[in-house]
């Protein structure tokens, strides 16, 4: 008997995570990646160091896959479709993924299907984006370049129309959204398989510093349950008529007056979702890797009464291995996860996770340990 082949575009630290959500299930991975000192490249054996962008390369990789899918959103939308007309099963298929791949196709499609988002439109210029913080409370505005851009990159909030010049420098088209008056930043997690099984994690709160996350928090505290329900219906009902096979992330705004609001899309095992690997019965990673072999899906309720993901990003200490004495020591319940990355200041190296029954000391564990690591904390 043969295990299937998962091919993997992308050698970030979400492939690597996959990858070690499959080696329980004898699942062998195939991995495209830019460098070999990529996250995930350091730890799986087949390896095609390659560029993404190119089709002939895209389809030598993919020849011995079972499958293909991805660490991040960034293949061009008809490589895989030549992929698909070659007969090789591409899991989120582009159907689904141009959702993520670009935000004005996201915001006409999420409209179609009723699903609430921000006031937005596309805008052609400066003066276009002056008209239309008009058609609505005026200044600031959201201008968020449709294709790209992630933590933070790519968006910018703007205050004047003297502001408004710098997003269209870049060339490309820009979409407006209104500037959200919002309590907090919730994420909705689901899984969808290919014959329409699907699984909903607790929502949870997300917080933000610079653009990146941070902190996440499962589940979101004193959350309506109401308002938890609706978010995971959106999220279940934006899988289902995408077409989304896989990790489907959908990043909310609870606002002020009581709604959720969709901000972003990701198909894709996401931040938000790092929480399950210690939190949950069954992980992100792992219900994503069932999803694209259309396995039955794992059960994602939670296995203890709160847990807290925390970032681990670079600063500038960057023996991060002599701070696993102190973390481990004064924690014994801490999960360390890190990327094998370059320490550099503000990039993502890692994450850990804590869990138990008060929040408080649960939040604490996590930002002492990630602060620690980062050397922000000495003691």
Not at 10 to 26: D, F, N, S, V, W
Not at 66 to 74: G, L
Not at 344 to 371: Q, S
Request: hydrophobic letters at 40%.
């Amino acid at each position: 008997m043969t295990f299937p082949v998962v091919g993997m575009v992308g050698g970030g630290q979400l492939a690597r995570m996959t990858h070690e959500a499959g080696i329980p299930l004898g699942i062998r991975f195939k991995l495209l990646s830019d460098t070999p000192q990529d996250s995930a490249a350091q730890v799986v054996s087949d390896v095609v160091i390659g560029d993404y962008r190119d089709l002939d390369t895209l389809r030598d990789f993919a020849r011995g896959c079972d499958v293909i899918t991805f660490d991040h959103e960034h293949v061009p939308t008809e490589h895989l479709r030549a992929l698909e007309a070659d007969g090789i099963p591409v899991r989120p298929g582009p159907d689904a993924l141009v959702h993520a791949q670009d935000k004005g196709v996201m915001r006409a499609r999420l409209d179609a299907i009723g699903i609430p988002c921000p006031r937005h439109r596309i805008v052609s210029d400066p003066e276009d984006v002056v008209r239309f913080a008009a058609e609505g409370d005026g200044f600031p505005v959201v201008l968020k370049t449709v294709r790209g851009g992630y933590d933070g990159k790519g968006v910018w909030v703007v205050e004047t129309p003297e502001e408004a010049a710098e997003p269209f420098r870049a060339g490309v088209p820009v979409l407006a959204e209104e500037k959200v008056d919002y309590v907090r930043e919730l994420a909705a997690n689901v899984v969808r398989s290919p014959h329409g099984q699907a699984v909903a994690y607790p929502v949870v709160e997300s917080q933000q510093v610079g653009g990146v996350c941070d902190t996440v928090i499962a589940p979101a505290p004193d959350l309506d349950e109401a308002l938890a329900l609706r978010a995971e219906e959106m999220a279940l009902t934006i899988a289902k008529e995408l077409g989304v096979v896989g990790h489907l992330a959908v990043e909310l705004f609870q606002t002020r007056d009581g709604r959720v609001l969709v901000n972003e899309l990701a198909m894709r095992p996401h931040n938000s979702g790092h929480w399950t690997q210690d939190g949950a019965i069954t992980s992100q990673f792992a219900n994503h890797v069932r999803a694209v072999l259309d396995l039955p899906l794992g059960d994602p309720r939670p296995r203890a009464k709160w847990t807290v993901m925390v970032n681990v990003l670079g600063g500038d200490y960057p023996d991060m291995y002599s701070a696993y004495l102190h973390c481990m020591a004064r924690d014994p319940k801490l999960k360390i996860h890190m990327y094998g990355k370059d320490v550099k200041p503000g990039r993502k190296v890692g994450h850990v996770n804590t869990y138990g029954d008060d929040l408080d000391d649960v939040l604490e564990r996590a930002r002492h340990a990630a602060g620690y690591l980062r050397g922000t904390i000495t003691e």
